[in-house]
């Protein structure tokens, strides 16, 4: 058998913590990634990290295959979108922050397939004004 004809070696791990989670929270929880996409991208093998801090919030993506030119990359303050196209797949996803940042603050870089995005968090949101 070659290696790559055996299962995930982690399945296994991800079984018992599944069943820990299900015995402490005492109903069924799904741990598996929910995609907004019809097709594969994020969810089936692509693995995204965010980190806080006091002044940040840093998205990390894993974008295997991806030329930097093909990824799309939007912000609404809440919600950042990554979209990349590469030969074989479609990576499509909407990522909810954890806290509300500045968009125009973004810093974004890719090196080796990981992409990783730094936006300056804010207070700041738009007053309305009542006529």
């Given at each position: 058998m070659r290696r790559d004809d055996r299962d995930d070696p982690f399945d296994d791990l991800f079984r018992e913590i599944e069943r820990m989670m299900n015995d402490m929270m005492?109903?069924?929880?799904?741990?598996?990634v929910d995609t907004s996409t019809t097709?594969?991208?994020f969810g089936a093998d692509t693995h995204v990290d965010i980190h806080e801090d006091d002044e940040h919030v840093r998205v990390i993506a894993d974008l295997p295959g991806v030329e930097k030119e093909d990824i799309n990359l939007k912000c609404d303050g809440e919600t950042m979108t990554i979209s990349a196209v590469s030969d074989h797949r479609e990576y499509d996803e909407r990522i909810?922050?954890?806290a509300r940042v500045d968009e125009r603050s973004a810093n974004a870089t890719y090196n080796n397939g990981v992409l990783e995005v730094t936006l300056e968090k804010t207070d700041e949101s738009a007053n309305i004004s009542v006529e």
């Open positions: 005492g109903g069924n929880v799904d741990m598996q097709g594969p991208g909810s922050l954890p």
